[in-house]
């Protein structure tokens, strides 16, 4: 694969026009274009310039001009106006979407979303948890080598972190009352829908079958008709085979194949009437479980638009609820880092200290 604005040997020269180059004969791209020249003119043999060779460099040299004229020389250089590249972009940016892919972005959105929401939840929890240990490994008899004000600070962070806590499951505590009210609602609006739903298919389909016994019973009845002239008939043609063979001591060949021939046609009536009935209500039939099919959809639409609203609402609720404890969550959670940070490379500096001395004063006593 090329790039798009490389040109194939394969294309046209008519179509790939170059302007003209001077190169000094003396540099070397003009010796390298000289040994090459002179090397395809022994190729090629004869006498140089070619008769029709001026003709055809006017030719091409015209036509050149006539191509920048319509404004071609800057597109073949790969040149392009302000406007054409604004253009361009923005026909290359549009991006035509269908209801599923906005429906897979939409859900990939709102999973993005709630995992951030997770994650930062959890930094608090982890935070808290830290916070609270590292404060329980700072006692107060120890403040001579943390300090007072490291762990009273710890401490602060940590009556704080506390009572955003509880803020924030006051909050959650309102959003969910409000989602839960919204959650009852839809759920009594899709069963009362779903119910309607049920009732007109189970109505439906009982037309269908009052439908389809009233074809059988209808069907039923032309046929006996149908069989009824067919009995009639073949006992006129036996009375006449009868005559026939009273008259003419036989009845003729070409009589009994007439007779045949017409009792045939007349099986052939009844099950062409039978199958075009049928297909008459077949078609019927689809044609309206194809509206009852749309009128069934309209109502399930209607409550998949009552559940995207419910969520949307749901959503919305969550995150106002975010939005009134995440400000000062984010400040608490970077003040809790920071305290972190000093206290706990103290606290694991003493214990390790610690460590070292218990070690130093048990090889003591073995001594």
Do not use: C
Not at 12 to 33: N, Y
Not at 78 to 99: D, I, L, P, R, T
Not at 124 to 130: A, Y
Not at 209 to 232: C, I, M, Y
């Amino acid at each position: 694969m090329t790039r798009p604005g490389d040109i194939s040997s394969e294309d046209s020269d008519d179509e790939v026009l170059f302007d003209p180059m001077v190169v000094v004969r003396t540099s070397d791209e003009g010796r390298m274009l000289l040994k090459w020249l002179d090397a395809a003119r022994k190729r090629l043999g004869g006498d140089f310039p070619r008769p029709n060779a001026r003709r055809q460099m006017e030719k091409y040299a015209e036509k050149m001009r006539q191509r920048k004229l319509r404004g071609g020389k800057a597109k073949i250089a790969g040149e392009f106006s302000k406007e054409e590249v604004q253009q361009s972009v923005s026909a290359k940016w549009v991006v035509k979407m269908n209801a599923a892919s906005t429906a897979i972005a939409q859900r990939w959105l709102r999973k993005a979303q709630d995992s951030l929401t997770q994650k930062f939840r959890a930094k608090g929890n982890q935070l808290r948890k830290d916070v609270d240990a590292t404060v329980r490994a700072m006692p107060p008899e120890d403040d001579w080598y943390y300090g007072a004000a490291l762990r009273q600070e710890g401490q602060d962070i940590k009556e704080k972190g506390e009572m955003l806590f509880q803020d924030q499951r006051t909050v959650e505590a309102e959003a969910a009352v409000k989602i839960r009210r919204i959650e009852h609602d839809f759920q009594l609006f899709e069963a009362e829908k779903q119910v309607e739903i049920d009732d007109k298919r189970r109505g439906f389909e009982a037309d269908m079958a009052k439908n389809e016994d009233r074809l059988n019973a209808a069907v039923e009845t032309r046929t006996r008709e149908l069989q009824r002239s067919k009995d009639n008939k073949r006992e006129e043609f036996d009375e006449i085979e009868r005559k026939a063979r009273e008259e003419k001591g036989a009845a003729s060949t070409k009589m009994i194949e007439e007779h045949r021939r017409i009792m045939q046609e007349m099986d052939e009536v009844i099950r062409t009437t039978q199958q075009r009935m049928e297909d008459e209500f077949r078609q019927r039939e689809s044609e309206q479980r194809g509206f009852f099919g749309q009128a069934e959809k309209l109502l399930q639409q209607v409550i998949i638009d009552r559940k995207v609203s419910a969520v949307a609402n749901i959503r919305r609720i969550r995150k106002e609820a975010m939005s009134k404890i995440k400000q000062a969550e984010s400040n608490w959670q970077s003040s809790a880092s920071r305290w972190l940070y000093i206290a706990k490379r103290k606290v694991e500096l003493k214990e390790r200290e610690d460590a070292e001395a218990a070690a130093a004063k048990r090889r003591k006593k073995r001594r």
